[in-house]
């Protein structure tokens, strides 16, 4: 699958979180990266930044928070299609509800693996 494609997924799956919780997010971009970091190969997405739970009166003048969404990692996880359409909306959420301050256990137990 092309990046463009990839890419495009991506905006998809985005497009299906509900506007609501878009309008809460807060400096934050998502960015689709070929690899994941060395030492990670399988790994998915990846949040980095602060939380919004966790940001206080002294958070300011910050870059933005970042979501990872890695393309060649899922690929390689995904027979079809339809499986990385799959897979890249369960990562964009999973990584969506790190920037909200939900843990990987709160998710394991929702069921956003």
């Given amino acids: ?3 463009e494609r990839f890419e495009v997924l991506v905006g998809e799956a985005l497009d299906e979180v509900p506007e609501e919780l878009l ?8 960015l689709v990266e070929e690899d994941s970091p060395p030492g ?6 990846l949040y980095e930044g602060h939380a919004l739970t966790s940001r206080g009166w ?4 910050v870059l933005p928070d970042r979501i990872f969404i890695y393309r060649r990692p899922i690929l390689r996880i995904c027979d079809t299609e339809d499986d990385v359409v799959d897979e ?3 990562t964009v959420v999973h990584e969506i509800a ?4 939900i843990d990987d256990d709160r998710l394991h ?4 693996a």
């Fill in 40 to 45: 990670e190969p399988e790994l998915l997405g």
């Fill in 109 to 112: 137990d929702l069921g956003w």
């Fill in 23 to 30: 309008g809460l997010m807060s400096n934050v971009v998502i």
């Fill in 98 to 101: 790190h920037h909200f301050g």
């Fill in 58 to 61: 002294d958070y300011s003048g």
């Fill in 1 to 3: 699958m092309s990046r």
């Fill in 88 to 90: 890249v909306a369960v």
